[in-house]
């Protein structure tokens, strides 16, 4: 399953973000993984979260964020639930063409593997697409 959480700056999506790693933490059996650009969750996810920062990893791109999710993945069967802080920050082309198409490989990797995926993304939820408004 893909989630997407969609809002303006300022709209809370990050704090709700948090709450959903705090529930998954206590509630989920398996590994959770929360990804962010940079610094901004240190203290905010609990420690039982694996906390990931793209930019520790060079990550920069739509391709190369699948690449290195499914290695994370292959390494580490037991992750059940992925969080992404802010994916427009990570992504390169953030066209609604490439975004659409990016989160239709996650969900066929999710459903694959057996893992959620949930996702903050910086837009008007407005003006998203009937793709994009699929995965609220």
Same mark, same amino acid.
């Given at each position: ?10 709209s809370?999506?990050?704090k709700?973000?948090i709450?959903l790693?705090q529930?998954a ?5 398996? %590994? ?11 203290? +905010?996810?609990?420690?039982? &979260?694996?906390l990931?920062r793209?930019d520790?990893y060079a990550?920069k791109g739509?391709?190369m964020l =699948?690449?290195f999710l499914?290695g ?5 069967y037991d992750?059940?639930h992925?969080?992404? %802080?802010d994916?427009?920050k990570i992504?390169?082309d953030?066209?609604n063409e490439? =975004?659409?198409s990016?989160?239709f490989?996650? +969900? ?15 837009? +008007?939820?407005?003006? &998203? ?5 699929r995965?609220?």
């Amino acid at each position: 399953m893909v989630k997407l959480i969609m809002g303006l700056s300022g709209s809370g999506k990050t704090k709700t973000l948090i709450e959903l790693v705090q529930q998954a933490v206590s509630t989920e059996h398996g %590994d959770v993984v929360c990804i962010e650009k940079s610094k901004h969750l240190t203290y +905010d996810i609990p420690y039982q &979260a694996r906390l990931i920062r793209t930019d520790d990893y060079a990550i920069k791109g739509n391709i190369m964020l =699948l690449g290195f999710l499914s290695g994370l993945h292959a390494g580490n069967y037991d992750i059940c639930h992925f969080f992404i %802080d802010d994916l427009n920050k990570i992504l390169d082309d953030r066209s609604n063409e490439a =975004l659409e198409s990016f989160l239709f490989m996650l +969900d066929e990797f999710s459903l694959r593997e057996n893992c959620d995926f949930t996702i903050t993304l910086n837009a +008007d939820p407005e003006k &998203a697409t009937e793709t994009l408004k699929r995965y609220f």
